[in-house]
């Protein structure tokens, strides 16, 4: 069954540790993206890439990073620079083009503690 | 830039009666736009999508939207909810360029009651 897996569903995380949550999809979609949620707000852009190698800044992407080392990877790291990461993070992906949707993974959630 | 505006925060309704969400965007030219469902600590699920043509769109579970220019909304009903239909809905509005310029609205929090 194609979909996208996010792995782990919780972490917890002590401040000033970098952290990297997993995105894998098996619907060989060439875009992918990392959201953040929170209470209130919606979802946030923080990355996104449409191919291999390269990825780009979304509106939130200060204290985060990413790769794009195979097409079907796309991991967030979150930094220690993130001065608030306590949040739930959503990873999408989609065909490129305008007329899309985005399918999403089922989340994780972050804990600073 | 595009935006959206879902004015309700949260909503509750009966089992069995009808339910609208109100969704209203700002966007100079005709946007993409979809609705989203999210049950609590999991990811999104496409409900529907407009993108062009007949502007009231049928989605899955039995939701609808209808898409009005003249009202800058696309506002989603069903005529009767049910008890599963608990959830936050998320309208987003997409402009061309690729789904990374798709903005999201705020959400609603639907609440069934008996």
């Known amino acids: 069954d194609g979909g996208i897996t996010q792995s782990p569903k919780y972490l917890f995380r002590k401040e000033g540790q970098n952290v990297t949550l997993s995105c894998e999809q098996n619907?060989?979609?060439?875009?992918m993206y990392w959201y953040r949620q929170d209470p209130g707000q919606g979802l946030r852009l923080i990355y996104y890439?449409?191919?291999?190698?390269?990825?780009q800044k979304g509106d939130i992407a200060e204290g985060y990073s990413v790769s794009r080392e195979k097409k079907e990877s796309f991991p967030l790291t979150v930094t220690s620079a993130q001065k608030n990461p306590t949040a739930f993070y959503l990873c999408?992906?989609?065909?490129?083009?305008?007329?899309?949707?985005?399918?999403f993974g089922q989340g994780t959630r972050l804990t600073v503690v | 830039a595009q935006s959206v505006t879902q004015p309700d925060i949260h909503i509750t309704v009966s089992e069995g009666a009808s339910l609208e969400l109100r969704c209203n965007y700002s966007?100079?030219?005709?946007?993409?736009l979809f609705w989203y469902v999210q049950s609590p600590g999991q990811g999104l699920q496409l409900l529907l999508k407009?993108?062009?043509?007949?502007?009231l769109v049928q989605g899955i579970k039995g939701f609808e939207a209808e898409f009005k220019r003249s009202q800058s909304s696309f506002n989603l009903r069903k005529p009767s909810v049910h008890w599963s239909d608990a959830a936050e809905y998320f309208c987003?509005?997409?402009?061309?360029?690729?789904?990374?310029?798709?903005?999201f609205g705020t959400g609603t929090k639907l609440q069934v009651i008996p």
């Open positions: 619907l060989n979609h060439d875009a």
């Open positions: 987003a509005v997409g402009v061309r360029g690729g789904y990374q310029k798709v903005t």
């Open positions: 407009y993108f062009s043509g007949d502007t």
């Open positions: 966007y100079g030219a005709t946007p993409y």
């Open positions: 999408a992906s989609s065909i490129l083009g305008d007329l899309t949707e985005a399918f």
């Open positions: 890439s449409q191919i291999v190698n390269d990825f």
